[in-house]
């Protein structure tokens, strides 16, 4: 079992930069590759980042490529999503997620979600 809780959402101006942490409980967090998945009013869920348990193996989908940096320490049990330069279009809300195996689709585990708003 692996309970998730993000953090670091928030109202930002385009161009902005945002942080967003996710703490996990769970010993064994390290065996778990994580994500990120956000959802727009009115739209489905969608795959925004994910990093292998190792951190040696990351993705991207393609908007945000360049922009958002995923990383992790499992000495901390902590994954973040650093999002730079961002965009109206990036407003939504933020789910980190925990899985055995990269995913770009779905996720074992999900955290209750963290709100991001970017205004033009």
């Known amino acids: 079992q692996v309970q998730l809780v993000e953090s670091g959402g928030g109202l930002v101006q385009a161009g902005d930069s945002l942080r967003l942490s996710c703490a996990a409980s769970?010993?064994?967090?390290?065996?778990?590759?994580m994500g990120w998945f956000r959802q727009a009013p009115g739209k489905e869920r969608e795959f925004v980042a994910a990093?292998?348990?190792?951190?040696?193996?990351?993705k991207y989908t393609d908007s945000v490529k360049g922009r958002f940096t995923i990383s992790r320490d499992n000495a901390k049990n902590t994954v973040s999503l650093q999002m730079n330069s961002l965009k109206p279009e990036d407003t939504a809300v933020y789910y980190c997620?925990?899985?055995?195996?990269?995913?770009?689709?779905?996720?074992?585990?999900w955290g209750q979600g963290t709100q991001v708003t970017v205004s033009s």
């Open positions: 997620a925990a899985n055995p195996v990269v995913d770009t689709t779905t996720a074992r585990y």
């Open positions: 769970g010993r064994t967090f390290s065996t778990y590759a």
């Open positions: 990093i292998s348990w190792s951190g040696g193996n990351t």
